[in-house]
Each structure stands twice: as C-alpha cells, then as structure tokens.
C-alpha cells in the first residue's frame, strides 16, 4: 500500500517567516494530495490540496507544490502568524485509500 | 449545518468491556470513514463506508466492526476492549467526487 513520509516533525520559526513542510510517497498511482491543519483538541481541517495535473497551487498565504516524477509535494506558509501554530497533515489519495504522514507540529514564535 | 458530529467526546473503558462510537453527518456524504490516531503515526484507517448499507476493511481493522444502517450514521464498534486500543478515534466524510474529508472533533478513548 502507499507510504506516505513528512518532515520535519516538529518546525519552529518566528513571526513573518516562511514555513515549509514536505512529503514523499511512494505509489504512483496516487492522484490527490490534500494538506489538513490540526488545532488542539480537534479535528484536522482541510486547508488545500492539489490534484495530480497540477503542479502548484496557492490560496493566499499557503501554496502547495507537487513533484510526480520525484514523487514528493511540500506546503508553504508565507508570512508566518500566530494563528498558524498546528500540527500540519499531508496525506496521498488512490481509489478510496487516503494515507496520512505522521504530522508537522508547526510553532510561530511571536 | 452541525458537519460531522462525534459521540462521545471521552471514555474510559476497562479491559473487555464493549461499546459504541457514533458518527453523524448532515451533509448528504456518500462516504464515511473511522480513523485512529496515535502519537508519532498521524491517522490510521480503521473501516469505512462508500454507501449506506455498506462497509470494508481499512488499514487496521482487527479488533473493530462498523455498521451503515442509515446514510447519515457510522458506528465504530469494540467488542471486546484492549489497551492497544486507547487511541483518538476521528469520523470524516466527504462526497462522492471531491476527495476533500471533513472530520469530526474526535472521540478520546483510553482502555485501562
């Protein structure tokens, strides 16, 4: 089945710097990639996500990147708040089975 | 519009002891998932459900049943339980074309 990697574990940077976080999987028939922010106590939510036609994709601060042939995809935050202290989840999708990495735990220094 | 709605929210069982988890949608989901999750492996799938009145088999399943009686509803069952089993358990559904889950706010079970 997929496996899905994610690194760093654990991310600090301060107020206004950039973040990035990166996955690799490993079945290349994966084709949805989608990246979910988890708050204390409650439950990932999803932030962006990207297909496997695309290579990049942005709403705002975040953007996402996706590498087929290398088989990786990273988020970044720009302009780094507060606000944006999570644990980040990346995860690869295949005819009904999502794979999750293990998790970023981002911390935004004020 | 609740979204996806966990009962309960805590538990604590001892061992061998049996019970429910609930997960109710109100969004119209086709497909409804149990995921654990434990410390240092993100989210594991346990079953899920493409429709109502059906079920399969995810990642790690032994130990789990579910059931789909009504489309709006996901049981997570433990008939027997284990430490192994303390864990945070999350539902998440999405519909039929969009990949994009939304999940519950998780139920923290600890099995003594």
């Known amino acids: 089945g997929e496996n899905v990697e994610q690194h760093p574990s654990t991310l600090s940077v301060q107020e206004g710097d950039s973040a990035v976080i990166k996955c690799t999987y490993s079945?290349?028939?994966?084709?949805?990639f989608p990246w979910y922010k988890q708050e204390l106590g409650k439950g990932p939510q999803l932030i962006i996500d990207i297909r496997s036609n695309v290579g990049e994709k942005k709403d705002q601060r975040i953007a996402v990147t996706l590498n087929k042939t290398a088989k990786h995809f990273s988020l970044h935050i720009t302009e780094t708040q507060p606000e944006d202290s999570a644990v980040y989840f990346c995860a690869a999708y295949n005819n009904n089975d999502m794979r999750f990495g293990a998790g970023t735990r981002l911390t935004v220094k004020p | 519009n609740a979204g996806v709605t966990q009962t309960p929210k805590f538990r604590v069982l001892k061992t061998g002891q049996s019970m429910t988890l609930l997960c109710a949608q109100d969004?119209?989901?086709?497909?409804m998932y149990w995921y654990r999750q434990d410390p240092g492996m993100g989210l594991r799938l346990i079953h899920y459900?493409?429709?109502?009145?059906?079920?399969a088999k995810g990642e790690v399943p032994d130990g789990y049943n579910v059931s789909r009686l009504k489309k709006q509803n996901f049981l997570l069952g433990l008939e027997s339980a284990a430490p192994s089993q303390t864990s945070v358990y999350f539902c998440?559904?999405?519909?039929?074309?969009?990949?994009?889950?939304?999940f519950g706010s998780g139920t923290r079970l600890t099995v003594v």
């Open positions: 459900s493409v429709g109502e009145g059906t079920t």
């Open positions: 969004m119209n989901h086709e497909y």
């Open positions: 998440a559904s999405r519909v039929t074309g969009n990949y994009g889950y939304t």
């Open positions: 079945d290349s028939a994966s084709n949805y």
